[in-house]
């Protein structure tokens, strides 16, 4: 079990998993952990379509599952919100299970993401962004002493001309975590593929817990009343085939989208140019457009390199590649 002593930091401008020392957690909360851009927010609506027992909720899903570690917010103002609730808690985090203080009295539901379409759907989201009123919200949220750069370095991270084919090679090629002693430093890019499968590994590896539960992109696509299922099942919450496949209805892109104001992350800070486009397609293999001959040969020796056989097949495949419950 992890406590906070012993957890790994994971720390940058845009997060700090130490604020959870502020939060006492309760019997039966639930923590939702992905990367980036691997369905987080389909997730944290499934969850509350059970939690709720329907679409409508008490609030915006930002501030109902608030991302706890995000610094935009002071983590007081979010410890209020959450002790405030009565439902049962679902909070996000991207923060890997080895920086969580694990607890056997909550759940932990992790979803994986074919990498190369998680990058896709970061490379869209960056262009939707309001970088200014990012950079001001951090920089209201966090003391100047904290941050790594003056103010106004927060706006593009690199300087001249640099295109989506250069993106996906750095994301290819950089490390899983930014080297000691950068301090505080802003988000770069759209991250990079090894933090992506570093974060799915800490998650593989504790995959038969009895509290920890992984899902997939492709398995949410393919099947969603029976991943709906099988999420109830793993939450202990009664479900009839009957009633998954209506509420499944209201977890579909069109109809998150319809709600945008309600169910994007963050709509009430203002940082997207369009709630709408951050539900822009949610497919699959777009990626292939960027990703010529040479660039597949490297991902397939780089992702070689940085994961074993059976969590690579599950990353890219889900449940048909490799099952986490078997």
Known sequence: MNTASNRVLYRSLMSDNTRWDALELRPGDIIITTPSKCGMTWMQRLVSLLVFDGPDLPGPLSTVSPWFD??????EEVVAVLQAQRHRRFIKTH???DGLA?????TYICVGRDPRDAAVSMLHQTTNMDRDRVRELYEAALPAHHRARP?????DPRPGPHGPLDEFRDWMEGPAHPPPGVGLAPPQGIGTLAN?????????????????????????????????LRLAAR???DLTGDRARE??????????????SEIAPNTTDGIWRSDERFFRRGGSGEWQQYFGFHESRRYNDRINQLAPPDLLAWA??????????G
């Not at 509420?247 to 945008?260: D, K, P, Q, T, V």
């Open 70 to 75: 995000q610094t935009i917010r002071p983590v």
């Open 95 to 97: 923060t890997p299970l």
């Open 102 to 106: 694990l607890d056997d009295r909550v």
């Open 151 to 155: 103010p106004g370095a927060m706006a």
């Open 196 to 228: 992506i499968l570093d974060q799915f590994g800490k998650s593989w590896e504790r995959r038969h817990a009895p509290n920890v539960a992984l899902f997939h992109y492709a398995d949410l696509q393919a099947d969603l009343v029976g991943e709906l």
């Open 235 to 237: 939450l202990n919450t």
């Open 247 to 260: 509420l499944a209805g209201y977890a579909s892109l069109a109809a998150m989208r319809s709600r945008a």
């Open 316 to 325: 890219h495949e889900g449940r048909r590649g490799c099952d986490p419950d």
